[in-house]
Nanobody, 124 residues
Framework: QVQLVESGGGLVQAGGSLRLSCAASGRTFSNYAMGWFRQAPGKEREFVAAINDMGGSTRYADSVKGRFTISKGNAKNTVYLQMSSLKPADTAVYYC?????????????????WGQGTQVTVSS
């Protein structure tokens, strides 16, 4: 059974940093693209960042480019999201997702597996 578990969320002041982690289990994830999405209250789930199966290519939403960095652990079954220069607009529940696909998918419907989410709150 595939399971994705996020951790690392919390409350941080504007300008601060957080590092989210997503641990994947139940399958060999070296062939999986992985992504981060977020959803603020009353808004649709939006793409944040994606990383390809080997971890060599990444893609970011314009709103986080230059501030967030996605990476994979050596075993390829953990994905991280390093978030810096955080803004109140970054406040949301952040979700990790995975798909057995090459490339850098950016749409929620392209992903087959999801974590339960972790809350990130940025205070002004």
């Amino acid at each position: 059974q595939v399971q994705l578990v996020e951790s690392g969320g919390g409350l941080v002041q504007a300008g601060g940093s957080l590092r989210l982690s997503c641990a994947a289990s139940g399958r060999t994830f070296s062939n999986y693209a992985m992504g981060w999405f977020r959803q603020a209250p009353g808004k649709e789930r939006e793409f944040v960042a994606a990383i390809n199966d080997m971890g060599g290519s990444t893609r970011y939403a314009d709103s986080v480019k230059g501030r967030f960095t996605i990476s994979k652990g050596n075993a390829k079954n953990t994905v991280y999201l390093q978030m810096s220069s955080l803004k109140p607009a970054d406040t949301a529940v952040y979700y990790c997702a995975a798909v057995d696909l090459k490339g850098l998918p950016t749409l929620p419907d392209e992903y087959g597996y999801w974590g339960q989410g972790t809350q990130v709150t940025v205070s002004s």
